[in-house]
């Protein structure tokens, strides 16, 4: 479990594949020498297990589901790399409760330089439109935001210059892909009430 408040950027230092279409990633940043086997970091939002680590790298697998279903695929060597460790007792929730599962990936279609900040507009397959709710929680890219306008299959998030320099956000272009997680209480309650509808046919 996470919360969706990026705790540094790292670098993809090295990508292997693996036998049967999996990859490999060798991530570099600060906090590599206090990691642990079997710990689960998220990268970019999808929560990956930590295979090994030195002082300076950590390595992590995704398997071809992930590949699949998140842009883990897409990332290359020197790659910017939002990382976040995951939630433990001693942490507050700062930003909301996400688990790493990430549910698709989006496409930036809009990039938007405001007085004080920054507006991305990110468009996503229509099937997951009952998700997205005006003032609800997304996590993208393993960032907790706040939707603040949607529209059809397009909602567009408000970037405050704190997160625009501490992310990866920032090296983000229209037509880059992104990973979305939404909230997964809105998740439930979507289900609940499909299955209501169907029991009451």
């Known amino acids: 479990m996470f919360t969706g408040i990026v705790q540094e950027v790292g670098k993809v230092a090295a990508v292997k594949s693996l036998n049967g279409g999996g990859r490999e990633l060798k991530i570099a940043c600060s906090f590599a020498g206090s990691c642990h086997e079997d710990e689960s970091i998220a990268v970019n939002g999808v929560c990956l297990t930590v ?47 996400v688990q790493g599962h990430v549910d698709t990936t989006g496409t930036i279609t809009e990039i938007e330089k405001e007085e004080t900040g920054w507006l991305i507009t990110v468009e996503y397959p229509d099937e997951f439109t009952d998700m997205i709710v005006g003032r ?21 998030v408000a970037i405050i210059p704190y997160t625009w320099e501490h992310t990866n956000l920032k090296e983000k272009s229209a037509g880059d892909s992104v990973n979305l997680e939404f909230d997964v209480i809105g998740k439930y309650v979507v289900k609940y009430l499909a299955k209501i509808g169907r029991d009451s046919l």
């Open 136 to 156: 609800g929680s997304i996590t993208m890219e393993g960032i907790s935001l706040t939707v603040a306008r949607e529209s059809d299959n397009k909602f567009t």
């Open 51 to 97: 295979t090994a680590f030195d002082e300076d790298t950590f390595t992590v697998q995704a398997v071809e589901e992930t590949l699949r279903k998140t842009s883990t695929g897409e990332l290359g060597k020197g790659s910017p790399v939002n990382l976040e460790r995951s939630l433990t007792l001693q942490k507050g929730i700062e930003g909301h409760l």
